[in-house]
């Protein structure tokens, strides 16, 4: 079992960054890919970056590329996702997600675990 839990979401005007963080417990972290995905409202839920067991492959939709980055820490049990430059259209509740796998995934049925979700409110 991996429980999760986010953190950093907030209010911020276009242009700006936030960077919001994923706390997993359990000792097996490392053995999991994870996942950052986002639900508008009266939108389906998408997907927005992935990164595998080492950190060493990263995916991202195209919408974020250039502008978001994910990253881990297996030591700490976290991820993180740094957003820059971000726009009304990210406006969103951001969702951490581990998956029982060492690699990437972009559907969200490939993901076995959730947070309860952060939002982030871009203005413009």
Known sequence: ????????????????????????????????????????????????????????TTKYVDSVKGRFTISRDNAKNMVYLQMNSLKPEDTAIYYCAARRSYNTADAANDYDYWGQGTQVTVSS
């Open 1 to 56: 079992q991996v429980q999760l839990a986010e953190t950093g979401g907030g209010l911020v005007q276009a242009g700006g960054s936030l960077r919001l963080s994923c706390a997993a417990s359990g000792r097996t972290f490392s053995n999991y890919a994870m996942g950052w995905f986002r639900q508008a409202p009266g939108k389906e839920r998408e997907f927005v970056a992935t990164i595998n067991w080492t950190g060493g």
